[in-house]
Every structure is written in structure tokens, then in C-alpha cells.
């Protein structure tokens, strides 16, 4: 006996659910490509909202884990959109903003790690030699704001920021003097 497997499980069902998915999909493609393509002249304008959003991101992630997250999801999102038809702008529009929402990110994240001073973690009390660096006056609060880089002192930031009374402060002291003080020096103040 031959026996024929039925023909209709072999055949695409008459109401397709990926059909219809499919159809809708191309409609909505098509609806996007049709007012991206009527706003191209705005397009480079979203260049620097893309570079903020990654330093915006930056300042809103709290370590380099989250910052790392931000950064693949970017990237990912970049990816993705080379799944999109070729040769469309909204493929092109979402592989750039990913490209660059990463790259803002990177950026400040580099200028973080290569300007960036990390901060005292608490107030202590220190006898230290410096170099003067700047000296500027502060006449309505009688002092001056004197910025010291200090001399073979480990476990101070680069540059230190002390303010003096204007009677301690010595007359031929400017930039290039060497002074040697103690000062009790504060982190800084948390943001409000």
C-alpha cells in the first residue's frame, strides 16, 4: 500500500499570521522611509543629539560596567539596523546614532580617565611643599584662592586649591613660587 502524506500540511495556511506580519511590516517601513525622506535635510542636525545622548548617558550611568552596557547596546543597535533593507535611510539613520551614541560615550569617558583627578576621600589635615600655580584675589570675602601643585606629596590630587586669609598671604608670592604650609584640606562638596 502507498500511502502519500496529505498534501495540505505541506501548504502555506490561507491566513497567514506571517504574511499579514510581513505586509504590515513593508507598509510601516515604507510610511518611515516616505517622512524621513521628506525630512532629509534635517537629518544632519541629529549629529550632536546622538554625541550627547552618549555623554548624557555618561553622567546618568554610575560605573564603568553600565557605561560598558551603554555602549554595546549602541553598538548593537548599529548592528541591527544593517538588518533593515539596504540602501534606506532609516537603516542608515539608526546605524549612525548607535555609532555615535557610543562614540560620545567613549569620549567623555576618555577625557574622564585622562584629565580627571579622582577626588580626596575625605578630609585630612596636611604639611606639604608646593609650587604656585595661579594666585587670584576674592576682595569681598578678604582671601585669595591659591592653586598648588604639590611637591613629593603621595596621595594628593595633582593640583590643590587652598584659600588663604589676604594677611597670610605674602607679598611677592605668584606663579612659580614655592611654599610649604599645612592646610586642612576637603573633598569636594557633593552636587546639590
Do not use: Y
Not at 567613549?106 to 575625605?122: C, E, V
Amino acid at each position: 500500500m502507498n500511502a502519500t502524506p496529505p498534501s495540505m500540511a505541506f501548504e502555506p495556511r490561507q491566513t497567514s499570521v506571517a504574511a499579514k506580519s510581513r505586509r504590515l511590516g513593508g507598509w510601516l517601513l515604507a510610511a518611515i522611509e516616505a517622512r524621513l525622506e521628506a525630512e532629509r535635510e534635517q537629518m544632519p542636525l541629529w549629529v550632536p543629539v546622538a554625541l550627547g545622548g552618549g555623554i548624557a548617558a555618561w553622567f546618568i550611568l554610575h560605573n564603568r560596567l553600565e557605561w560598558l552596557a551603554f555602549c554595546c547596546a549602541a553598538v548593537s543597535l548599529a548592528s541591527a539596523a544593517m538588518l533593515l533593507p539596504s540602501g534606506g535611510r532609516l537603516r542608515r539613520l539608526l546605524a549612525m546614532g548607535g555609532v555615535l551614541a557610543c562614540a560620545g560615550c567613549l569620549l567623555i569617558w576618555a577625557k574622564a580617565g585622562i584629565w580627571g583627578m579622582p577626588p580626596l576621600p575625605r578630609a585630612q589635615f596636611v604639611e606639604m611643599t608646593g609650587e604656585v600655580q595661579g594666585v587670584s584675589a576674592v576682595p569681598a570675602e578678604q582671601m585669595s584662592r591659591v592653586l598648588i601643585r604639590p611637591i613629593d606629596a603621595p596621595g594628593l590630587p595633582p593640583l590643590v586649591r587652598v584659600n588663604m586669609a589676604e594677611a597670610d598671604v605674602p607679598q611677592a608670592m605668584g606663579r612659580g613660587a614655592v611654599v610649604r604650609f599645612r592646610a586642612r584640606l576637603m573633598p569636594p562638596a557633593a552636587a546639590s
